[in-house]
Structures are given as structure tokens and as C-alpha cells.
């Protein structure tokens, strides 16, 4: 489908690109055609109008929270996050990228961490985002999240994940030499896994 | 008083069809013969204003009897003299004007030298400068994360797992 809109576009394109090469009449008042100019102007303006009125409707609608069971504090440092757990108990944890061992094939070279985050599953959980020292951006594509960490600035998201597994992303704003090597993985697991592993 | 002298004034400028700004000066013996494509005395070969401003030659006393004998019947013009007649006020004739300059074989040409000079800095960067590739990119490891994630079941829904028979273990 997308390709038959492509090749048709393309298509189009190159017949007038063709047609104006070929072409040896000559237009001589082009120029200052001051009533169309003023249509094409207003035309797409309206049209941006009609686009513009869902879209920002929908933009807002998607910022909701939806009573967050739990709050997660995340802070990029130069080159890790930290993890802060404070609802129940106090967990903090540091999470470096595990350099690539060349024997074990199956490692996603640059994406595994020493320690994972890890989050119950069917739950809403907030996410508070910030910095230690420059912008970093915490992103995690399979769930849709991307939040910029800066430094004196909370930035707030959250999530519902639905499945178990690992979810991994990448650290986003540049912020110095091992920007690409500050990895992110979330292992989502069952609530009961989640209160053994909390404790 | 004032709006009588500019009206009198106004009527001989819309009596007037030639060309009558700036420049008259700068054309020689050049005789203006209207208005031309923007009524400045400028001579410019134009297929869609093809009656320039002035002629193209300076009027000489041969160009001149020409002139006085074209008044009368065209038929005693010999062929020699309707063309001296024509590049005297134009410069080209329409057929060379519309000619095809064959400046597409150059354009094309440079421009094909140029994506030559591009594909061989990439041919020398490739050769030289750039490193191995780390070794998580060999057959073997590929295969190994792409069975890890099967496992994981990564994208269920559109993405590769959707595309792997889970209960027989194979690819759908």
C-alpha cells in the first residue's frame, strides 16, 4: 500500500519534471499572479487548522496519569543511571553497561547492564526522571518512553507493561565520550517475583 | 493649473509607445523601434516578446537604402537582401534560438565525474581508515542473538516473534 502511494507519487513527479523539460512554450505572466498566491496561501493554513484541532486534543489526552501504584526516581549520571525505589523500602542501585565478552554469543553488544530495573507487570508505575551532572534522556522504545534527564528539572512519565521479559533502550542526548554506553533494561516480571526480589 | 499641466503631460506620455526611459545614450546609432519586453532600450532575442526595444545593428547608409527600397514591393527584394535586412534588426532567427545547446553532455558528464570522485572516497575510507567490525557482527553470534530473542519473545504482536511458530519450534 505504502509502495503504491510512493511509485504513484513518483511517477507523477517525473511526468512533470519530463514534461517541463520537453516544453518550449514559454509563460510570460507568471509572475505576480497575486490572487492565487493568496489562495494557496490560505488554503493549507485552513487545512492545518483542521489537523491541528485533533491532534492537539489528542496530545493532551495522551499525558494522563492513571493513579500510579508505585514511583520509580531515575538519574543519569556520566556514563550509568541510578535507580531509586522509595515507596516501600529503601533500594538504590547504580547500573553500568557489562562490557562485550567475545564468548558469549548471545549478548546484545552495548544494551546489557549489571543490574536491571526491575518492574511488576500490569501495574501503572510513574517514572521520575532527572540528571546528576548534564542532560541524558531515558528511553525505552518498546514501551513508548522518552524523557529527558536534566539536571534540576523532574520530568515525570509513566507506563503499564503487559508482558513479562527484558525491555531494553539506550541513553538518548548526548552527554559526553560513553554517551552510546549507557544502556537501560527493564525486566518485567510477575508482582510476586517483584515483592521477593524488593525485599 | 497644476492638474491641467499634469494631465497635458500625461496624455503625450500615453501618445507615446516607444521606449522612453533611461539609456538612450548607451545604444550608439541604434534606432528605437518600440516598446520591447520591459521599455527600457535593451535588445534581447526572446521568443515570447520577439520585437526588441531597438535594432540590432547600427543603422548604415547601405542598411538605410535597404530600407527605403523595402517601402515598396517585396517581390524585387533578392534573398540576399531580405536576410541583410533581418540580422540588421535581429540578431538570431527563432530556429537559433530554439537550438539545442548539447549543454546536457557536459552537465551530465561533470556530474558523473563528481559521483565517481564520491564512490571512490568511499571505496579508500572503506579500505583504509575504517576498522573490523566488532565480532558480535559474525554469522554465529548473530544467530545466537537472534535465537535469544526468540526466546525472550521480543515484538509478539508485528515484530519478529509474530513471525515464529512457537509450538513447532519454527519460523511460520
Excluded at chain 1, 161 to 180: K, T, V
Excluded at chain 2, 149 to 169: A, H
Amino acid at each position: 500500500h505504502t509502495l503504491m502511494i510512493i511509485t504513484m507519487i513518483l511517477a507523477m513527479v517525473l511526468y512533470f519534471m519530463a514534461s517541463m523539460i520537453i516544453n518550449e512554450l514559454v509563460d510570460r505572466y507568471m509572475l505576480e499572479g497575486q490572487t492565487i498566491e493568496l489562495m494557496w496561501t490560505i488554503a493549507p493554513a485552513v487545512i492545518l487548522l483542521f489537523i491541528t484541532t485533533p491532534s492537539l486534543r489528542l496530545l493532551y489526552l495522551m499525558d494522563e496519569i492513571h493513579n500510579p501504584i508505585m514511583t520509580i526516581k531515575t538519574i543519569g549520571h556520566q556514563w550509568y543511571w541510578s535507580y531509586e525505589y522509595s515507596d516501600f523500602v529503601n533500594v538504590e542501585f547504580d547500573s553500568y553497561m557489562t562490557p562485550y565478552e567475545s564468548d558469549n554469543k548471545s549478548m546484545f553488544r552495548l544494551l546489557e547492564t549489571d543490574n536491571h530495573v526491575t518492574l511488576p507487570m500490569h501495574s501503572f508505575i510513574r517514572i521520575i526522571v532527572t540528571a546528576a551532572d548534564v542532560l541524558h534522556s531515558w528511553t525505552i522504545p518498546s514501551l513508548g518512553i522518552k524523557a529527558d534527564a536534566t539536571p534540576g528539572r523532574l520530568n515525570q512519565s509513566s507506563f503499564m507493561i503487559n508482558r513479562p521479559g527484558l525491555l531494553y533502550g539506550q541513553c538518548s542526548e548526548i552527554c559526553g565520550a560513553n554517551h552510546s554506553f549507557m544502556p537501560i533494561v527493564i525486566e518485567s516480571v510477575s508482582t510476586e517475583s517483584f515483592i521477593e526480589w524488593i525485599k | 493649473m497644476a492638474s491641467r499641466l499634469l494631465f497635458s503631460s500625461l496624455r503625450q506620455v500615453q501618445k507615446l509607445q516607444k521606449a522612453c526611459i533611461h539609456g538612450r545614450s548607451r545604444i550608439g546609432n541604434r534606432e528605437v523601434v518600440g516598446f520591447g519586453f520591459n521599455g527600457q532600450y535593451s535588445y534581447q532575442d526572446r521568443i515570447d516578446f520577439p520585437m526588441p526595444a531597438i535594432r540590432f545593428k547600427e543603422s548604415t547608409p547601405d542598411i538605410v537604402a535597404l530600407r527605403e527600397k523595402e517601402k515598396g514591393d517585396w517581390r524585387k527584394l533578392t534573398l540576399e537582401e531580405k536576410k541583410a535586412l533581418y540580422r540588421a534588426s535581429f540578431c538570431m532567427t527563432f530556429t537559433e534560438m530554439n537550438a539545442p545547446t548539447g549543454e546536457w553532455k557536459s552537465i551530465i558528464g561533470i556530474a558523473c565525474v563528481l559521483i565517481s570522485i564520491g564512490i571512490w572516497v568511499f571505496i579508500l575510507e572503506r579500505l583504509f581508515v575504517y576498522k573490523e567490525l566488532p565480532t558480535s557482527f559474525s554469522e554465529e553470534s548473530k544467530k545466537a542473538q537472534l535465537k535469544r530473542m526468540i526466546d525472550l519473545r521480543v515484538n509478539p504482536i508485528e515484530g519478529i516473534s509474530s513471525k515464529f511458530d512457537y509450538e513447532k519450534g519454527e519460523w511460520k
